[in-house]
């Protein structure tokens, strides 16, 4: 059985921990332990609240997601997270836990759920955000590649500033 096929059966070697036996500390409790914004962006993301996550970055933030190129600013923030929006039927998205390091916090999650698309969905990853007391200056997601890459459709946006592209891409 190849590692795909033991992802997707959620079968593991013995000795080596499935999903199903991380301790989640539970969203309420690794909210309350965010600092300022990052709290309030993921109180909102949680209440389905894209003003409130919106409201919580800085008009220049950084955004970047598994197989995309960097967003930046609050437009393309917006326009990125109103897409997500609309590829999940279903979604149990769970805080596993959090710390934070000066201006940085990263954030251990998980979520199972159904696509639009009616397939079923699993995936983890650990979210990367910079804050400054009042904004959050960047939103690093990393999450498993492969769901992301062959369930989802793919973010299109009208077009898009990137830093490294030097202009408009």
């Known amino acids: 059985m190849n590692a795909i096929e033991l992802l997707n059966k959620n079968t593991l070697p013995d000795g080596i921990a499935g999903e199903e036996d991380v301790v989640v500390a539970g969203n309420a409790d690794v909210v309350a332990r965010l600092p300022v914004p990052i709290n309030a962006f993921y109180a909102a993301y949680l209440g389905g609240d894209l003003e409130g996550m919106i409201t919580t970055l800085h008009p220049a933030v950084t955004v970047r997601f598994p197989s995309y190129r960097p967003l930046v600013g609050i437009d393309q923030a917006r326009e990125f997270f109103e897409f997500q929006s609309t590829v999940f039927d279903q979604m149990d998205f769970q805080l596993v836990d959090a710390f934070s390091h000066g201006l940085m916090t990263v954030v251990i999650w998980r979520e199972?759920?159904?696509?639009?698309?009616?397939?079923?969905?699993?995936?983890?990853?650990?979210?990367?955000?910079?804050g400054d007391g009042q904004r959050i200056i960047a939103v690093q997601v990393g999450g498993s590649s492969w769901p992301l890459?062959?369930?989802?459709?793919?973010?299109?946006?009208?077009?898009r500033a990137s830093t490294l592209a030097g202009g408009i891409a």
């Open 112 to 130: 199972t759920g159904t696509t639009a698309s009616g397939e079923p969905w699993r995936c983890h990853g650990v979210d990367t955000l910079i």
């Open 149 to 159: 890459r062959e369930l989802l459709p793919r973010f299109v946006p009208g077009h």
